[in-house]
Structures are given as structure tokens and as C-alpha cells.
């Protein structure tokens, strides 16, 4: 577990920016963390204290903070950390879903895009976009364009979508 450098940082924030249209400003509040590809989201409240554990025990911490990307090269989300966000700070590549489509993407069911209701859906390209159900993030999905499909990104239910 590292401190993520400020380069690094800068791409997660550019492809958050212009994948979602969340803003940087949201981040101010967090400090980034990387362990392998993944990275992680952590509270700056103890700023100087998180740096010095972190910088201190490298080698030994495998997880802090909530997961964001699991693969922060090809920008794969963690859906468990896209929660985090209010849904009012998503911009687009977002969905929002009906309550049997909440349920079908806890089971780990493909949604239909055509099932979506056209203004609740903001669609720009494939690739991972946001579930929003009841004015609350509940995760990602992966759109898949040409098919028409919406393919939940859940690990226990889908290893279809990594």
C-alpha cells in the first residue's frame, strides 16, 4: 500500500471527470492510495498520521480505506466504492433503475438498456457506468453498446464484467 503520486492521482481525477462529470472538488476531502492496481479512497481527516502509517508500514497494509478502482489502468470501478458519491455529483454515463431492475442487478441479471426509461438514462459511451436507484448510487455496470446490454458489476455475482 502505497500514496498514490500526484501524476497518478491526476489521471484517476481527469477519468473520473470525463468519464462520470464528477468533480475534482469532491477529492479534496481524501486522500489516494494505491496497493497493486487498485486504488483506494481515504478520509484526510488525520492527514500527517494516515501518511506516516502508511509510509511506515508499506509493505504490510493490503487494504485501507474503500476501493474505487480495482484496475486503475484500464479504469475498472469498484462498485462498492462508487457508492460513496452522491448521485447529484454524477454528470453522465448513469442509469437510473426501477425497482425490479435494482433487484435483477443485485442478482447479477443483464438489464436491457431498451427497458430503461429514455429520461432516466444519460448513456455516452461503452463502458462502465453508474446504477442509481432511488436517488442513491447502488453500484456499476458495464454498457455494453452494440448489444444493448447492462451487466452488472458485481464480483460474487458477475466475473463477466472484469
Same mark, same amino acid.
Given at each position: 500500500?502505497?500514496?498514490?503520486?500526484? +501524476?497518478?492521482?491526476?489521471?484517476?481525477? $481527469?477519468?473520473?471527470?470525463?468519464?462520470?462529470?464528477? /468533480?475534482?472538488?469532491?477529492?479534496?476531502?481524501?486522500?489516494?492510495?494505491?496497493?497493486?492496481?487498485? /486504488?483506494?479512497?481515504?478520509?484526510?481527516?488525520?492527514?500527517?498520521?494516515?501518511?506516516?502509517?502508511? /509510509?511506515?508500514?508499506?509493505?504490510?497494509?493490503?487494504?485501507?480505506?474503500?476501493?474505487?478502482? +480495482?484496475?486503475? $489502468?484500464?479504469?475498472?470501478?469498484?462498485?462498492?466504492?462508487?457508492?460513496?458519491?452522491?448521485? $447529484?455529483?454524477?454528470?453522465?454515463?448513469?442509469?437510473? =433503475?426501477?425497482?425490479?431492475?435494482?433487484?435483477?442487478?443485485?442478482?447479477?441479471?443483464?438489464?436491457?438498456?431498451?427497458?430503461?426509461?429514455? &429520461?432516466?438514462?444519460?448513456?455516452?459511451?461503452?463502458?462502465?457506468? =453508474?446504477?442509481?436507484? &432511488?436517488?442513491?448510487?447502488?453500484?456499476?455496470?458495464?454498457?455494453?453498446?452494440?448489444?444493448?446490454?447492462?451487466?452488472?458489476?458485481?464480483?460474487?455475482?458477475?466475473?463477466?464484467?472484469?
Amino acid at each position: 500500500m502505497k500514496i498514490m503520486t500526484e +501524476s497518478e492521482q491526476n489521471r484517476l481525477l $481527469k477519468h473520473l471527470e470525463s468519464r462520470f462529470g464528477i /468533480s475534482e472538488k469532491i477529492f479534496s476531502k481524501f486522500i489516494f492510495l494505491s496497493q497493486g492496481n487498485s /486504488s483506494f479512497l481515504i478520509s484526510n481527516d488525520k492527514k500527517a498520521e494516515i501518511k506516516k502509517i502508511i /509510509s511506515q508500514n508499506a509493505e504490510t497494509i493490503k487494504s485501507a480505506g474503500i476501493e474505487l478502482f +480495482s484496475d486503475n $489502468k484500464r479504469f475498472i470501478p469498484c462498485s462498492l466504492g462508487f457508492c460513496t458519491f452522491d448521485f $447529484k455529483d454524477i454528470m453522465h454515463n448513469f442509469v437510473v =433503475i426501477e425497482r425490479q431492475q435494482a433487484k435483477d442487478y443485485f442478482e447479477g441479471t443483464t438489464i436491457d438498456v431498451k427497458k430503461i426509461i429514455d &429520461n432516466h438514462k444519460n448513456l455516452l459511451s461503452d463502458g462502465y457506468i =453508474i446504477a442509481i436507484y &432511488n436517488e442513491t448510487i447502488i453500484g456499476t455496470l458495464l454498457f455494453e453498446k452494440k448489444q444493448g446490454k447492462l451487466i452488472p458489476n458485481i464480483v460474487y455475482k458477475n466475473k463477466n464484467v472484469k
